[in-house]
């Protein structure tokens, strides 16, 4: 893991993503979970889009 284990609120942080695409070009969607122990919001999704040539 490459991000702060720990991130006290309000402050912001980075996550790397690396993202296998293989040999399959034209467009892409996936997306990533982020979990979090916020009892308001305990998981957001991220939506990537994006165009392998």
Do not use: C, W, Y
């Not at 993202?19 to 979970?33: C, I, Q």
């Not at 957001?44 to 040539?53: G, I, R, W």
Request: glycine residues 8%.
């Amino acid at each position: 893991m490459d991000f702060p284990k720990v991130l006290p609120p309000g402050k912001a942080g980075a996550i790397k993503v690396k993202l296998e695409t293989g040999n399959s070009p034209g467009p892409h969607t996936k997306s990533v979970t982020i979990k979090s122990n916020d009892p308001a919001q305990p998981s957001f999704q991220v939506d990537l889009a994006f165009n392998v040539k």
